[in-house]
C-alpha cells in the first residue's frame, strides 16, 4: 500500500501493483467531482505571456463566485502550492494544525502541534498561527463559518494568523468562511479550483483573505501566477453559476446514492463534503487491496489503519461496481 499512502491518484502504480485488476481503473481515492465542467472558452493563444487583465478578470470573477465583499485575492497554480509557501511567508509562532488532516499541513508548518477541533479556541488565545481545512479533509468535519470567524479575531488579538484550506468548499454551500471576512482580518482563506470543478490538471487555486498576507504569498509567485489556459477556463466556469449551482445539488444526490450503497454493506459513511466519504472498517489494508484487485482505486492512510476514504463513483456502472467489489461478487 505503501506508494497510495502520501497523496490520493497513481493509477499507473495501482496497475503495476495490481495487473490482474480489470480495465478500466475507477479511481476514487482523489475527492475530485467525477462530473468535470465542460463549458466553451475561445481559443487561448499560448505564445504569448498570460495577459494581466486577464488575471484580473479571472480573479474578480472569482472573488464573485466565493462571495468576496471586502477581501483581496489573488491567484495561485494550485492551492497545493499556496500550503508549500506558507514556510516562506514568516508565519507567526507557534504553529499549530488541526488533526487529522491534510498530510501536506505538515510540512507547510513544520514543527506544528496537532490539535483536536475541541481545542480550536485554546490554540487560537495561544496567539502564533493556526492551520486548518474546512471541510477537513479526510473526514469531512466542518466547522461552521461564524467560529471560524471568531477564531480569527481571538488569535488576532495576539498576533496571530488564521489558515483555512477551504479546497472543498466550492461543493459545500455556507460552509466557506469568506463571505463573513473582510481584509483586514488575520485570516489566510486557500481555494482549489480543481476538486470542485473536476479539473485538476488546470492547476489553478486562489489565496484570500488578509490583504497583507495575500500581497506576501503573491509576491512570492510572480507576476504571471498561472498560465493562459487556467485563466481562460477559470474565469468561465466561475462565471457560470448555473452550472454552480446545479453541480451542488447534483452532488448532494451522488453523495446520497454513495451512502446508501454504504449502508448496505454495513459501513457507515462519515464526512459532510459530498465529493467523499470516510469509511471505518477492522483492517482497512485488506478492503483496500479487495478493492484494488477489483479495478477500484480507494485512500488508505499510514496514521489511521481502519480508515479507508472514497469519492464520487462517476456513473450507474461505476456504483454497481463497488457495489459487487463491497460484496464480493
Not at 505564445?47 to 491567484?75: K, M, N, Q, W
Amino acid at each position: 500500500m505503501h506508494p497510495f499512502l502520501y497523496h490520493g491518484g497513481r493509477l499507473d502504480a495501482a496497475a503495476a501493483a495490481f495487473p490482474r485488476a480489470p480495465r478500466p481503473w475507477i479511481d476514487l481515492s482523489t475527492g475530485i467531482n467525477p462530473f468535470a465542467w465542460d463549458g466553451a472558452v475561445g481559443p487561448v493563444d499560448h505564445r504569448a505571456l498570460p495577459d494581466p487583465s486577464g488575471l484580473t478578470r479571472l480573479e474578480t470573477t472569482a472573488a464573485r463566485a466565493f462571495g468576496i465583499a471586502d477581501a483581496a485575492i489573488t491567484a495561485l497554480p494550485g492551492s497545493e502550492i499556496g500550503l508549500r509557501l506558507l514556510a516562506c511567508l514568516g508565519l507567526p509562532r507557534p504553529y499549530h494544525l488541526l488533526g487529522p488532516g491534510y498530510r501536506t499541513h505538515l510540512a507547510a508548518l513544520p514543527g506544528a502541534t496537532a490539535i483536536a477541533a475541541d481545542a480550536l479556541e485554546a490554540a487560537a488565545d495561544a496567539g502564533g498561527t493556526l492551520l486548518l481545512a474546512n471541510p477537513n479533509n479526510p473526514d469531512g468535519g466542518l466547522i461552521p463559518p461564524e467560529r471560524l470567524l471568531d477564531l480569527s479575531v481571538r488569535i488576532g488579538a495576539r498576533g496571530g494568523l488564521l489558515v483555512v484550506d477551504e479546497a472543498f468548499a466550492d461543493a459545500t454551500p455556507g460552509a466557506s468562511v469568506l463571505p463573513l471576512i473582510d481584509g483586514r482580518l488575520p485570516i489566510l482563506v486557500l481555494r482549489s479550483f480543481g476538486k470542485f470543478f473536476g479539473l485538476a490538471g488546470v492547476r489553478l487555486g486562489f489565496a484570500c483573505g488578509s490583504a497583507g498576507w495575500v500581497a506576501k504569498l503573491a509576491g512570492l509567485i510572480g507576476d504571471w501566477p498561472v498560465s493562459a489556459t487556467a485563466l481562460s477556463i477559470g474565469a468561465a466556469a466561475y462565471a457560470d453559476s448555473g452550472w454552480i449551482m446545479a453541480m451542488q445539488a447534483r452532488l448532494t444526490t451522488q453523495a446520497a446514492a454513495l451512502d446508501d450503497l454504504l449502508r448496505v454493506h454495513g459501513l457507515e459513511p462519515i464526512g459532510a463534503c459530498p465529493l467523499f466519504r470516510l469509511i471505518e472498517v477492522a483492517d482497512a489494508a485488506v478492503l483496500f487491496a479487495r478493492m484494488a484487485g477489483a479495478g477500484i482505486l480507494t485512500r488508505p492512510f499510514d496514521y489511521a489503519p481502519g480508515w479507508l476514504r472514497l469519492g464520487l463513483p462517476a456513473d450507474g456502472a461505476a456504483l454497481d461496481r463497488l457495489d459487487r467489489a463491497l460484496g464480493h461478487r
